[in-house]
């Protein structure tokens, strides 16, 4: 599974944002799908996971009420929409998908994208 983000930039605090994955090759793989982020000098973070079967999801408690994932079945794509920016959340997003079930945090998942940067000022 091939995965691309897109829909990064620079923002101003409370601001929104967009981002987007495709999945290429080998896309019956993905059973699950997710986000997550990491700041230069900090740990990954898992932010938010979807079913792609059932469109269950599950969110860290740090973007809770503030992103929301979702997939849009017609454009094959999974979105992570932002909103509310904070400083704080300034990183590297990346997607990531497993074919496994939907537990655990999306950085163990086996499959994930080159990512995409993310900086709120």
């Known amino acids: 599974v091939q995965l691309v983000e897109s829909g990064g930039g620079s923002v101003q605090a409370g601001a929104s944002l967009r981002l987007s994955c495709a999945a290429s090759?080998?896309?019956?793989?993905?059973?699950?799908m997710g986000w997550f982020r990491q700041a230069p000098g900090k740990d990954r973070e898992g932010l938010a996971v979807?079913?792609?079967?059932?469109?269950?999801?599950f969110y860290a408690d740090s973007v809770k009420g503030r992103f929301t994932i979702y997939r849009d079945t017609a454009k094959d794509l999974v979105y992570l929409q932002m909103n509310s920016l904070k400083p704080e959340d300034t990183a590297m997003y990346y997607c990531?998908?497993?074919?496994?079930?939907?537990?655990?945090?999306?950085?163990?998942?086996?499959?994930r994208g080159q990512g995409t940067q993310v900086t709120v000022s």
């Open positions: 990531a998908a497993t074919r496994r079930a939907c537990v655990g945090s999306p950085i163990y998942f086996d499959y």
């Open positions: 090759r080998y896309t019956y793989k993905r059973n699950c």
């Open positions: 979807l079913w792609i079967g059932g469109a269950q999801t």
